[in-house]
């Protein structure tokens, strides 16, 4: 029984520890990608600025074929709003909230299974008939000390889903 004891002891013991170095860790994160894509930036912004051309390029879709979106608001830019079900990548909702056609769209993300949110921007920078499109995430887990741990993770979360997805849109934009 004594070994028992110090088994539920050491497991316990990493538990608080685990839990306590959680409350230390940011619970804020930013992921940041980029790509040069040979087309003007106005062709990029264009698959961008309209929610229901992500499907084209955006690599959830590719995990999940059956995802069910729907759309509401204006056909594009600002107000502009996506919905989804989906069994593998979990719920959620993405809203535009600001443009700057040819220089940036910037959306915020909801995902109700987690109640997390976040905010993305993509921006466009001409440079001559170039056009480098960086994808930015930021968000903030709050003040779960597990979900802190996350956090630290999501650039490589999320980071590989980035690179995909712009490797897509700079395939689509150089068409």
Avoid at 24 to 29: A, G, Q, R
Avoid at 42 to 48: G, I, T
Wanted: a negative charge.
């Amino acid at each position: 029984m004594g070994m028992l004891k110090k088994i539920i002891f050491t497991i316990l013991t990493i538990l608080v520890i685990f839990i306590a170095i959680g409350y230390f860790l940011p619970s804020d994160y930013q992921v940041q990608r980029s790509v040069t894509v040979n087309a003007p930036a106005e062709k990029v912004y264009a698959q961008v600025a309209d929610l229901k051309k992500w499907r084209d390029w955006g690599v959830w879709y590719e995990k999940d074929p059956n995802m069910i979106v729907s759309y509401s608001g204006p056909e594009s830019g600002v107000g502009m709003k996506s919905s989804w079900k989906s069994s593998t990548e979990g719920d959620g909702e993405m809203t535009i909230v600001a443009v700057e056609p040819a220089k940036s769209v910037t959306y915020d993300l909801y995902f109700p299974d987690f109640e997390m949110s976040s905010t993305g921007q993509l921006t466009f920078a001409q440079n001559g008939g170039q056009t480098v499109v960086t994808w930015v995430a930021a968000g903030d887990v709050g003040g779960n000390p597990v979900n802190r741990y996350f956090a630290m993770a999501m650039d490589s979360l999320i980071g590989p889903d980035f690179e995909k997805g712009l490797a897509n849109l700079k395939s689509l934009s150089e068409k």
